[in-house]
Protein backbone atom coordinates (compact mmCIF):
# COMPACT_ATOMS: atom_id res chain seq x y z
CA UNK A 1 0.00 0.00 0.00
CA UNK A 2 2.27 2.91 0.74
CA UNK A 3 3.82 1.88 -2.91
CA UNK A 4 0.70 3.08 -4.20
CA UNK A 5 1.08 7.25 -3.85
CA UNK A 6 4.28 6.74 -5.23
CA UNK A 7 3.49 5.23 -8.29
CA UNK A 8 0.69 8.16 -8.77
CA UNK A 9 2.94 10.88 -7.97
CA UNK A 10 4.88 9.94 -10.90
CA UNK A 11 1.98 9.88 -13.18
CA UNK A 12 1.06 12.78 -12.50
CA UNK A 13 4.44 14.47 -12.91
CA UNK A 14 5.05 12.36 -16.04
CA UNK A 15 1.60 13.80 -17.31
CA UNK A 16 2.26 17.43 -15.86
CA UNK A 17 6.01 17.45 -17.65
CA UNK A 18 3.67 16.02 -21.10
CA UNK A 19 2.06 18.80 -21.22
CA UNK A 20 4.93 21.31 -20.08
CA UNK A 21 6.78 20.38 -23.08
CA UNK A 22 3.79 20.04 -25.06
CA UNK A 23 3.37 23.80 -24.65
CA UNK A 24 7.05 24.70 -25.20
CA UNK A 25 7.13 23.02 -28.51
CA UNK A 26 3.95 24.67 -29.33
CA UNK A 27 5.93 28.21 -27.89
CA UNK A 28 8.91 27.13 -30.43
CA UNK A 29 6.78 26.27 -33.16
CA UNK A 30 4.80 29.52 -32.98
CA UNK A 31 8.01 32.02 -32.81
CA UNK A 32 9.71 29.75 -35.92
CA UNK A 33 6.51 30.21 -37.87
CA UNK A 34 6.42 34.65 -37.09
CA UNK A 35 10.06 35.03 -37.66
CA UNK A 36 9.63 33.33 -41.39
CA UNK A 37 6.47 35.24 -41.89
CA UNK A 38 8.52 38.50 -41.03
CA UNK A 39 11.64 37.82 -43.25
CA UNK A 40 9.45 37.03 -46.21
CA UNK A 41 7.73 40.54 -45.20
CA UNK A 42 11.48 42.12 -45.32
CA UNK A 43 12.30 40.53 -48.71
CA UNK A 44 8.76 41.93 -50.09
CA UNK A 45 9.01 45.42 -49.02
Known amino acids: ?3 R ?3 DEKVFLF ?4 S ?3 RL ?3 LRLSIR ?5 DR ?3 NF
Open 5 to 7: PFV
Open 15 to 18: FEGQ
Open 41 to 43: MEE
Open 20 to 22: YWG
Open 1 to 3: MPF
Open 25 to 27: RLR
Open 34 to 38: IRVIL
